[in-house]
């Protein structure tokens, strides 16, 4: 067994690495019941998008073959995830490819960079690698903010989680 470091409590064993640090961990009695990430952009979104797309695929991969390896148990916690977008003009700009091979999926083609993370967080919860997601486009300056996806509100990403969390604790 390893050392314990830190208060955190907020590391999970992984399959394809050791270990994990999530954002928020919810256990109860020795089952881990959620686990969430959270994750912002605030620039470089051509750059970033890709990187936090490999980010979250991996996390979601690794903890789903982690749980059927036994190291979590035997029950399905719930995954979620929180993606930030700072709201500014390069968000609503229409991004290009360069198509040297194959062509893109028809769904980025005249995307702007909102849309791009909307059609991201759309796919991790139809692909069932995250059983919920919450999508905003946060104004840094006034901490307004817009949910772009009226299936990715705060509203229905924590209906979801409180409803795991009571499953849980009945």
Request: proline share 4%; hydrophobic share 35%.
């Amino acid at each position: 067994m390893g050392e314990r470091g830190g208060s955190s409590d907020l590391e999970l064993p992984g399959y394809f690495r050791a270990e994990k640090k999530w954002d928020i961990v919810i256990a109860n009695g020795g089952r881990l019941v959620a686990a969430v990430e959270l994750r912002p952009i605030w620039g470089s979104y051509g750059n970033n998008l890709n990187n936090r797309t490999e980010e979250a695929i991996g996390s979601a991969t690794d903890i789903a073959k982690a749980l059927r390896s036994g190291l979590l148990g035997s029950a399905s916690p719930w995954l979620g995830y929180v993606f930030i977008v700072k709201d500014d003009e390069t968000i609503h700009h229409t991004t290009t490819f360069r198509e040297s091979h194959f062509p893109v999926d028809q769904v980025f083609y005249k995307a702007t960079y909102l849309r791009r993370f909307e059609i991201l967080c759309s796919r991790l919860v139809t692909e069932r690698l995250y059983d919920n997601v919450w999508y905003i486009c946060l104004d840094a300056e006034s901490g307004s903010y817009t949910e772009p996806n009226p299936d990715m509100t705060w509203s229905k990403f924590e209906a979801a989680i409180t409803g795991k969390v009571r499953e849980e604790l009945a």
